[in-house]
């Protein structure tokens, strides 16, 4: 890969990290809520999420899946469930002191699990990274090394843009958590909002076939 092409790739994949996701919103609330120091752990377990399907993708189940309708639309329907899930928990959560969310224990597993799962709970991604990733591929280059270079700079990013978002939203906190009920009312309405899209995907996708 020469430095043009990845250049393209970086800003490329900086576009599509600063695009409002289930793992964005999940920096933004828990650097709300938790600090930006705990919020590491949800990112951790986001950029594991994503490096696995990135391996996926790579190795072609994007294909399998896109000849496989049924198969989409049964993960599709698992990852609605789960950002619904986690929709209903937060818009019904009660909104919270600054001293409250300071002194808030939450283990480094638990955040981290949250974060992995909602990196896995949309399977379009497969596809989408399938088709994305495919265009900075050299097909007359070993394979392996543009692997390496394409996943560890999109990672890279993903991770810089969720801190970032992590970092603003504890800056901010106060203003976020004064009004702390409608904050997770909206964040919770978000999730709800891609479970939604989510559901409609997998019908019109049915219907498509």
């Known amino acids: 890969m020469t430095f043009e092409i990845w250049c393209v ?3 490329s994949a900086l576009g599509l990290a600063c695009v409002p996701d289930p793992n964005s919103l999940l920096a933004l609330s828990h650097g709300a809520r938790f600090g930006w120091k705990k919020t590491i752990w949800t990112i951790c377990g986001g950029i594991s999420g994503f490096f ?3 391996t996926i993708a790579m190795l072609g189940l994007g294909t399998l899946l896109e000849t496989n309708p049924e198969l989409m639309i049964g993960l599709q329907w698992l990852g609605a469930l789960y950002l619904a899930w986690l929709g209903f928990n937060l818009f019904f959560a009660s909104s919270s002191s600054i001293e409250q969310t300071t002194l808030v224990s ?9 974060g992995y799962l909602a990196a896995l709970s949309n399977p379009k991604v497969l596809l989408f990274f399938t088709a994305f990733l495919a265009q900075f591929i050299n097909p007359d280059e070993a394979f392996i090394p543009q692997f390496l270079v394409i996943t560890v700079s999109f990672l890279c ?3 810089a843009v969720e801190f970032s978002v992590a970092r603003l939203a504890y800056r901010v906190k106060t203003l976020l958590l004064d009004n702390g009920r409608i904050f997770n009312q909206c964040c919770g309405a978000l999730f709800l909002l891609l479970a939604v899209m989510a559901i409609v995907n997998s019908k019109a996708g049915l219907l498509g076939d």
């Open 9 to 11: 790739f970086a800003l």
């Open 52 to 54: 696995i399907l990135i």
């Open 106 to 114: 939450t283990l480094p597993k638990d955040l981290f699990k949250q």
């Open 157 to 159: 990013i993903e991770f």
